[in-house]
């Protein structure tokens, strides 16, 4: 089963910063990864897929980039709405996996 | 627009059974795969399996293998998750999700969530 990691597991920052997550994979997954966003009550939103693919209808600001094992989900201009907690999510093998988590709350 | 609805929350005792639904409707096409996700109290979200309701196919993550079953109606465009056996450990909201893309899908559009509770 691949394991996936995110890093930190809480991330505070101020509106406007430019903020980086970071998801690891226990082997190689090429590109096959997904970013979800997910507020506190409400199902996951899905935000980035195949790594670097911005799903319609999410704000530019948003953008993931790598391949491998190692990815990260990058939000240009933190925005009040953007603090959540966020899920990469691997769906290369015979069953996906959900990294624990980024919860990105206010400094 | 693409909805997924499910079923409403349920209080269970350990030892019963409990099946639960997502009903897809506002997807043109018949070719998707249902997932199903957990997330107990205050975790994060975990990977439970999938179906694709036009044949059944089923695909399971070894934590969860044995432990539920998914199922599905292609006819009514909906899907199940289902115990035999409830644990207080089960307790947990449970969503369903629809995929496209490929043969393991990442979830384009979710449902709204089911709050399982089990306890005596």
């Known amino acids: 089963d691949i394991q996936m990691t995110q890093s930190p597991s809480t991330l505070s920052a101020s509106v406007g910063d430019r903020v980086t997550l970071t998801c690891r994979a226990s082997?190689?997954?090429?590109?096959?990864l997904a970013w979800y966003q997910q507020k506190a009550g409400k199902a996951p939103k899905l935000l980035i897929y195949?790594?670097?693919s911005l799903q319609s209808g999410v704000p530019s600001r948003f953008s993931g980039s790598g391949s491998g094992t190692e990815f990260t989900l990058t939000i240009s201009s933190l925005q009040p709405d953007d603090f959540a907690t966020y899920y990469c999510?691997?769906?290369?093998?015979?069953?996906?996996?959900f990294g624990q988590g980024t919860k990105v709350e206010i400094k | 627009e693409v909805q997924l609805v499910q079923s409403g929350a349920g209080v269970k005792k350990p030892g019963e059974s409990l099946k639960i639904s997502c009903e897809v409707s506002?997807?043109?096409?018949?070719?998707?795969?249902i997932g199903w996700v957990r997330q107990m109290p205050g975790k994060g979200l975990e990977w439970m399996g999938i179906?694709?309701?036009?044949?059944?196919?089923?695909r399971y993550s070894p934590s969860f293998e044995g432990q539920v079953t998914i199922s599905a109606d292609n006819f009514i465009s909906s899907a199940y998750l289902q115990w035999s056996s409830l644990k207080a450990s089960d307790t947990a909201v449970y969503f369903c999700?629809?995929?496209?893309?490929?043969?393991?899908?990442?979830?384009?559009?979710w449902g709204q969530g089911t709050l399982v509770t089990v306890s005596s």
């Open positions: 999510q691997q769906y290369n093998s015979y069953s996906g996996t």
């Open positions: 506002g997807y043109s096409s018949t070719d998707y795969w």
């Open positions: 082997q190689s997954i090429d590109t096959w």
């Open positions: 179906i694709y309701p036009g044949d059944s196919l089923t």
């Open positions: 999700a629809l995929g496209v893309v490929g043969s393991i899908p990442y979830f384009d559009y």
């Open positions: 195949k790594a670097s």
